[in-house]
């Protein structure tokens, strides 16, 4: 306690020597500078001549902690459609369907449409962004590496401009820069989209970029203070943040624009279509291809930066004077587009801009006139080439043709051949014929098609509309009538497969080099004695600082090769790279990746004593030059990953020829630009200048010498031979789906998935040994009406023999059933229909201080055996006593309500004996207190916090560990019943409220957990909500006169036992809910609980409660017991309640048959951990246990070793580790449960972490975790038998020790006792039946005359 006062002391300290108060939170950043609040921004006012701050206006909002007085736009697919918005609404979830905008700052839901409005007119689209920014020069040093870069971004994506000036009015620096990118049109739109969000948030960027330096320089401050203080000294840093340049920097612009390349010419106001409106839709414009010779200076087309520098100078806009006259300001009838730079020669496209301005190619090129030849010069940094034109040729496309490659035009430009492109293709923008992007289709060579929002294709070059691949059904299973969410389209089966070799090439040279200057300056710092690398790698980190480690491994690098690789260590990169798909099987991961840094190692060691000098020009090649082949074996990949890899594999074969020195050049630019480029000045080091020295060296080295990539498309692979679609299946099938009749009933019915129908059931049987297909299944669906007498088909059950009906209004279902079941026996389908009858229900007309809201006929997932009801809600600040729901018995002549009539009510306030006015009399700083114009709510209550406000209630959350309760005088109001508990529990769980005359303040409380007796069950989770809660006498208390309880079915009344079992005597505030069920949200999926869809409280204060996730993020754990014989781990009927466990993850849709069974490392792992997977085997808890001898001694022995039925399955490396819970009552998928994967714990800890056969995870199963004692009891004519067996955690104990006393007794006449314990027949007693009369025997097992446990048998039984 003292040194913990001491440190905090003297951070005070030093907080304070660095203007901070002792009060103030370090890490807090400073307050905005900023005049208004949210929902408002700085407007001009014509009649004050100044700004003020004012409401935004629709279409804008500004959001609490934005730090701008600025109202932003409302991004692309979000609009505001009131003024003072703090937020904008999602179209998607406003509209529950898939939907956008078509620009940002929407102020009306109106402006939401269908995305195929957008992109059904087109197949790709470039997207342009325009980059502002100011104070700083992104550019100068880095200019390479992006138009290095560019050449190697897939979908034609560049930098065609980076340029750095200087605002003469303010004297910052200003970096421009535009990146162009042309994307496959649903891709294209995302991308727009996510762009267009920074956009309208500029400002808000540049406001919280302002926050860099202010926490780069509290975090340098901070660690010197742990050094200084002596709990990081091993660092040895002296960090000046006065080095560092990070202010200043402004985001001024972040511009987008769309412009989608239309099938055909767009409609007058389609802004997001390239082109302009013809008669002529079809017509091509003219083109033309010139070419230009270099008549000065030297042409590098082999650079990737030289190439697209060339491209952005040729395809340049804004310039005084084009490279020939219509390109220019004045002229701007023709466009030019780079074509290709090679053998000295540049090739250029020039196309027309508008019909009706002809270019004359003749006088702009000037080709036939020796002094007029069009020429103009490119300037490369200092060097200059000029060029001028040489030759020219009209292009294919004006006849709707196209070349077959670029090729075509370069090596035979005169004698060009146009061709048809054909199905599958069309002609971009350079005239060369192009597969269409994923996501589209063409069939006539010339255009391209998309597919449409929610549709995917497997592979580019689709000939065919029938290629593309729905992928979303939601609306259609939504509107349908059979309303199955398991009809919802399964991802396609398909996968294409790729090839790819890469060769990273590495000149050590370079790195070696810089390593030995850094050795030079660590003897300056530190003597030969202060370096010797220890020999068991065990350093003092009291004794030793990094940097000096740092020099010693490099100054001692053949001692950590030593002691890393072993002296003999000398693998080839083939050995290391093909052990990856090869594992040996001694070989860990850490092994792997141990292997590949002794690779780089050995070379650095052997380079250490060898003649570097003139960049190795005295050593072979092979000795300083390390090749790295990588030759991938065919890998499969499904079609969404092939949209994104393809493309992109394929534009990075230019890696080849890409400058990676340039990603060194542009990190010192980046450096010096922040002020990083001294790094011995900004970190305190004597070394740290070496070590960058030595980063920089590594891309310097680097270069790419081989990369090929090929995918294969196999049309087999995604569609069947019928043009379907084929969908990745499970294997469940419902059998019950199948309804059958007559002599079918005895057909042995097999079941399964047709992945050429959607996944759709099939049903076959067997028959002589081949399998016929059994079409016999009854269906109704045909014969339900659409309309019956007084109602409407509401669904068809997925049986295709019952269906539900919804009565029109007025009328209701008799019995409370609408079901409709349908006849198949007979083959007649006769259908007996619900019967509506006219509504007798007395509903009340109305909600005093409320409102009805729905009913019954809205109620998607209603049963159609649920009598009708109304649900209404109360106004702000009122509650219902009595629920929210009315509902009318139809079958008991029409009774309404009966938990009583609807009633919203402010609690009776009147009563001051209620209160505890010391609480509540708002004289606590943190409880409010009411001001002259009515209610007002702190920021902060005791323990907690304001979370939001809406002037008449506010809402408040409790900091970690407390509890938020409900107002307890609102809780003790609602006490007649569990009803009334659940409604005002779910209103009023965290609200905070003034009375009606607004003279008094109401709070909610965070309490104690053990004082607050209950765990806070929250009414909403993420994506979800409670309906209802359960409390303590809806178990414990039957009803009564005073007291009403829930409903709840014999099922869930059973769960809600179990846990209040659990409590044993600690029982929980009958007034708080214990217990909740919970629901998702349409749209997603529950991930579960041991106890289904309930959460609740545990005794010692916390929960267990359900998540609801998209279906792509809902994660399974799968899991198996294996070895369990060789373990003893099963009965003598043959059942497993142990063993090693394998599991699978399966994640979102993912098949589980496609996955691998893995094992799981016992580091970390918990008895709490082992029930968890117990429970998914059926056993309620469970333990963990070493691997028997056996089984080790058999993995020892090798796989083959094992019993077949054991090494079909079985993995070849860990999967899982540091797997534990917190508590005993849990699934693997609960929050309370952690777990890592086998590779990041070797990548984060290294040999700490690594696992061996002996480490597996093994757990017993077992469903009584408590001790307990089971009770035998037999009798023969002489003596009495009390066969007692203990056991705990499915152990067996021996009961012999514990001087157990049992008395024997006959009827109920005692007439012996023993203390005598035999293992296998318990305790015995010796009596004589001869003679006696009775019925029952039975024995009672006492300790310290406490009665803990008896048996009993009887004649009659």
């Given amino acids: 306690m003292i040194k913990l006062a001491t440190v905090l002391l003297l951070l005070a300290t030093v907080l304070t020597a660095l203007g901070q108060s002792e009060d103030d939170d370090y890490w807090s950043p400073p307050d905005p500078e900023t005049e208004c609040g949210p929902g408002e921004g700085l407007q001009y006012s014509a009649m004050l001549l100044t700004t003020k701050c004012d409401d935004c206006p629709i279409g804008q909002y500004n959001f609490e902690g934005s730090r701008v007085d600025e109202c932003m736009s409302c991004p692309i697919g979000q609009f505001s459609s009131t003024t003072g918005s703090t937020f904008c609404y999602s179209c998607e979830e406003v509209l529950d369907r898939p939907s956008t905008t078509r620009r940002s700052g929407s102020t009306s839901v109106d402006e939401c449409v269908d995305p195929d409005e957008i992109i059904s007119n087109f197949a790709q689209a470039t997207v342009t962004i325009d980059i502002t920014v100011a104070g700083k020069d992104f550019c100068t040093g880095i200019e390479d590496l992006l138009m290095g870069m560019s050449n190697v971004i897939p979908w034609d994506g560049h930098f065609s401009q980076c340029s750095v000036t200087e605002d003469t009015a ?126 000065e200076g030297k042409l590098d087309c082999s650079s990737n930066a030289g190439r697209i520098k060339l491209r952005n100078r040729i395809e340049e806009k804004d310039q005084s004077t084009g490279i020939i006259p219509c390109q220019s300001r004045n002229e701007e009838t023709c466009e030019l587009r780079f074509v290709e730079c090679k053998e000295g020669n540049v090739y250029i496209q020039v196309t027309q801009l508008r019909k009706g301005d002809e270019i004359n190619i003749d006088m702009e090129m000037g080709v036939n006139d020796a002094e007029g030849k069009a020429s103009w010069t490119f300037q490369d940094g200092e060097s200059t080439v000029k060029f001028e034109a040489s030759d020219m040729r009209k292009g294919c496309n004006i006849q709707k043709k196209g070349m077959n490659n670029i090729d075509d035009l370069t090596n035979a430009f005169k004698g060009l051949d146009c061709i048809s492109c054909g199905a599958g293709s069309f002609i971009n923008d350079l005239g060369v014929c192009q597969k269409c992007p994923f996501g589209s289709w063409g069939d006539d060579g010339v255009h391209c098609n998309s597919c449409g929002w929610q549709f995917a294709t497997p592979f580019w070059g689709m000939p065919d509309e029938g290629k593309c691949i729905q992928t979303n059904n939601w609306e259609e299973v939504r509107d349908s009538i059979y309303q199955d969410w398991e009809s919802k389209l399964p991802r396609s089966a398909g996968n294409n497969f790729f090839e790819l070799a890469l060769t990273p090439t590495m000149n050590m040279c370079g790195p070696v080099h810089a390593k030995k200057d850094l050795d030079g300056k660590c003897l300056t710092k530190f003597t030969e004695e202060e370096l010797i690398w220890p020999e068991d790698m065990n350093f003092n980190l009291e004794e030793w600082t990094l940097e000096q480690i740092i020099c010693s491994g490099s100054k001692q690098v053949s001692s950590v090769f030593g002691q890393l690789c072993r002296p003999d260590w000398d693998k080839t990169w083939e050995e290391v790279f093909s052990a990856l798909f090869e594992p040996d099987e001694t070989d860990g991961i850490q092994q792997l990746v141990m292997d590949g840094v002794c690779f780089v190692l050995k070379r650095v060691n052997d380079l250490e004593v060898a003649d570097t000098s003139d960049d190795c020009a005295y050593l072979e090649k092979d000795l300083y030059e390390m090749n790295m082949p990588v030759d991938l074996p065919s890998l499969g990949i499904d079609m969404g990953v092939s949209e994104i890899l393809v493309p992109l594999f394929s534009e990075m074969e230019n890696l080849v020829t890409m ?87 005895g057909i042995d019915l097999q079941c399964e998935r047709d992945e050429c129908n959607n996944c759709a059931e099939r049903f076959f049987y067997y028959e002589g040994g081949r399998e016929v297909e059994f079409e016999r299944c009854a269906s109704c669906v045909d014969d339900f009406d659409e309309e019956i007498d007084n109602a409407v088909l509401k669904r068809v059950f997925r049986n295709n023999v019952e269906a539900q009906y919804v009565c029109n209004d007025g009328w209701v279902p008799e019995d409370c059933n609408s079901r409709a079941k349908c006849d198949y026996s007979s083959g007649q389908n006769n259908i007996e229909y619900p019967n509506c009858i006219r509504d007798q229900c007395d509903w009340p007309k109305s909600v005093d201080m409320g409102e009805f809201y729905t009913d019954w006929r809205n109620d998607d997932e209603m049963s159609p055996e649920m009598c009708p009801y109304k649900i209404f809600q109360c106004y702000e600040g009122y509650y219902s006593e009595n629920g929210d729901r009315v509902e009318c018995d139809v079958r008991d002549n029409f009774q309404v309500g009966k938990i009583k009539y609807p009633e919203c009510k402010w609690f009776d306030f009147d009563d001051e004996s209620n209160f505890d006015e010391d609480k509540y009399d708002g004289d606590d700083d943190n409880q409010g207190e009411v001001d002259g114009d ?13 979370i939001s406000d809406s002037g008449s209630y506010a809402e408040y959350s409790c900091y970690k560990p407390y509890v938020m309760t409900p107002n307890r005088m609102l809780m003790m109001g609602a006490s007649s019943s569990s009803g009334q508990l659940s409604n005002t529990y779910s209103t009023y769980y965290n609200i905070a409220f003034c009375s009606d005359d607004r003279s008094q303040m109401y709070f909610p409380e965070c309490m104690e957990p053990e004082e607050a007796r209950h765990c806070g069950l929250p009414k909403y989770i993420w994506n979800g909500k409670a309906v209802p809660f359960m409390f303590l006498r809806d178990v414990l208390k039957e009803e009564t006169e005073d007291y009403e309880r829930q409903y709840f079915d014999d099922a869930t009344m059973a769960t809600m036992k179990e846990v209040v079992d659990g409590y044993d005597s600690q029982l929980p505030d009958e007034m708080m809910p214990f217990m909740a069920q919970y629901f998702c949200d349409e749209g997603y999926k529950m991930m579960k609980t041991m106890r289904g869809d309930m959460g609740w409280c545990r005794k010692d204060g916390s929960m267990e409660i359900p998540r609801c996730v998209r279906s792509y993020e809902h994660v399974e754990i799968m899991f198996r017991l294996v070895n369990s ?151 023969s004519k002489k003596k009495i038998i009390c066969n007692a067996q203990g056991s705990k955690q499915g152990s067996a104990i021996d009961l012999g020790p514990l001087n157990l006393q049992v008395k024997f007794l006959v009827d109920d006449e005692m007439v012996a006792d023993t203390s ?39 004649k009659d039984e």
């Fill in 170 to 295: 303010e004297n910052p620096v200003i970096t421009e820069m535009t990146l162009e990118v042309t994307l496959p049109a649903k891709f294209a739109w995302y991308f727009y989209s996510a762009v267009n969000f920074v956009d309208v948030h500029t400002q808000v960027v540049s406001a919280y970029a302002e926050l860099g330096s202010f926490y780069a320089e509290r975090m340098m401050r901070y660690v010197n203070f742990l050094v200084d203080m002596g709990e990081l000294t091993w660092l040895g840093l002296d960090m000046d943040p006065k080095m560092l340049k990070l202010d200043g920097i402004e985001l001024r612009g972040f511009e987008a624009s769309f412009k989608g390349h239309c099938k055909y010419a767009p409609r007058d106001d389609d802004y997001l279509c390239s082109g302009e409106p013809d008669e002529d839709k079809d017509a091509f414009p003219n083109n033309y291809y010139a070419v230009f010779s270099v008549t």
């Fill in 659 to 745: 400058n990676f020195g340039s990603f060194a050049d542009a990190g010192m630019a980046m450096m010096e630009s922040m002020g990083m480029d001294d790094m011995n000045a900004l970190v305190g080091w004597d070394t740290a200048n070496n070590l960058r020295d030595i980063g920089m060296s590594v891309p310097r080295a680097f270069r790419m010498s081989r990369f090929t990539f090929a995918a294969e498309y196999d049309e087999e692979q995604f569609f069947c031979k019928d043009g379907q679609a084929k969908r990745s299946c499970d294997s469940y099938c419902d059998d019950d789906s199948c309804r059958r009749s007559g002599e079918d009933i």
């Fill in 934 to 946: 009515g209610c007002y709510f702190p920021d902060l209550i005791d323990r907690g916090e304001k």
């Fill in 1125 to 1275: 014989k060789e373990m003893k781990m099963t009965n003598k009927a043959g059942n497993v309640f142990g063993g090693v466990v394998q599991a699978k993850e399966v994640i979102g849709g993912q098949n589980p048959d496609e996955l691998e069974w893995e094992y799981g490392c016992n580091d970390g792992f918990n008895d709490n951990a082992a029930g968890a997977i117990c429970r998914t085997q059926g056993f309620q808890h469970g333990a963990q246990v070493p691997v028997s001898k056996k089984v080790q001694l058999l993995k020892a022995a090798g796989m083959m070793a094992l019993p077949k039925s054991i090494t079909d399955d079985m993995p070849s490396s860990f999967g899982w580790t540091n797997f534990a819970c917190d508590h005993d009552d849990t699934l693997a998928t609960s929050e309370s449960c952690k777990a890592s994967r086998y590779g990041d714990a070797i990548a984060d800890k290294g040999v700490k972490a690594m696992c061996f056969s002996f480490d597996r995870m093994a757990v017993k199963c077992f469903n009584d975790g408590d001790f307990g004692i089971e009770v035998d009891v037999s009798f």
């Fill in 1316 to 1354: 005598v314990y035999k293992k296998k027949k318990g305790y015995i007693a010796k009596y004589n039946f001869r003679k006696r009369e009775f019925n029952c025997v039975r024995c009672i097992i006492h300790t310290d005359g406490v009665a803990i446990a008896e048996g009993k048998t009887c």
